[in-house]
């Protein structure tokens, strides 16, 4: 399983790399209840993989935009677990977060399909 540190080392290793003034992370991890307020135990991962490598080339066009590395873990995941991990190196601050928030959004709405696995009383 990757970790947020392995995204950053890829991203680092990238030979465009000085062309980069930042690297920001997103680690989304399984919460211990839903946005509704009802408790989960578990969650269901599984995700488009076609429309993530899509996105993920779509994105490394943007301007500023030097890498982008993305990781998904699929399958059933406990609370604290890693769903999601997205690290994108850019030159500044205008180029990038807006990037991040993005990538963020989109694999959430979209390429991601979860199911909270109720807990147990």
Known sequence: MKTIHDLIEEVRSN??????GMILC???IVRGFSRGGKEVSKLKVKA????LE???????KKP????LKVHINEGVLGVGDDVMLVVVAGDIREN????????????????LE????????
Do not use: Q, Y
């Not at 500023?64 to 890498?67: A, K, N, P, Y």
């Not at 990037?99 to 709405?109: N, Q, Y």
């Not at 979860?114 to 009383?121: F, G, L, T």
């Open 96 to 111: 990038t977060f807006p990037v991040l928030i993005e990538v963020v959004d989109t694999i959430k709405r979209s390429i």
């Open 64 to 67: 500023g935009i030097v890498d």
């Open 26 to 28: 997103h680690n989304g």
């Open 48 to 51: 488009d993989r076609k429309a």
């Open 54 to 60: 899509k996105l993920i080339d779509e994105t490394k």
């Open 15 to 20: 030979p465009r790399i000085d062309r980069a």
């Open 114 to 121: 979860k199911e909270d696995i109720d807990a147990i009383a």
